[in-house]
Nanobody
Framework: QVQMVESGGGLVQAGGSLRLSCAAS????????MGWFRQAPGKEREFVAT????????DYAASVKGRFTISRDNAKNTVYLQMNSLKPEDTAVYYC?????????????????WGQGTQVTVSS
């Protein structure tokens, strides 16, 4: 059974930082590209960041580039999202997702497994 469990969300003031983690089980983690997506209230889910299975290719949404960093530890079956300089518009439920190929992707349609999400709230 595949499980993806996010953690690290919470309430933070604008300008602050949070580090999200997503621990995966039930898959050969090192064979999956990973992604982070988010969904704000009343909006559709959107791409945040993605990393290939080796970590050799990383892409970010323009809105978070330079502030967020995605990384992975294949030995721990975990992907991370370091979020710095947070803004109120970053408030959303953040989801991690796993894609069963090397290549990373910004399209949520290409992901096979999803976590339950973790809430991030940034106050102004």
């Amino acid at each position: 059974q595949v499980q993806m469990v996010e953690s690290g969300g919470g309430l933070v003031q604008a300008g602050g930082s949070l580090r999200l983690s997503c621990a995966a089980s039930g898959i050969i983690f090192s064979r999956y590209a990973m992604g982070w997506f988010r969904q704000a209230p009343g909006k559709e889910r959107e791409f945040v960041a993605t990393i290939s299975w080796s970590g050799g290719r990383i892409d970010y949404a323009a809105s978070v580039k330079g502030r967020f960093t995605i990384s992975r530890d294949n030995a721990k079956n975990t992907v991370y999202l370091q979020m710095n300089s947070l803004k109120p518009e970053d408030t959303a439920v953040y989801y991690c997702a796993a894609k069963r190929t090397y290549f990373s992707s910004a399209s949520e349609l290409e992901y096979d497994y999803w976590g339950q999400g973790t809430q991030v709230t940034v106050s102004s």
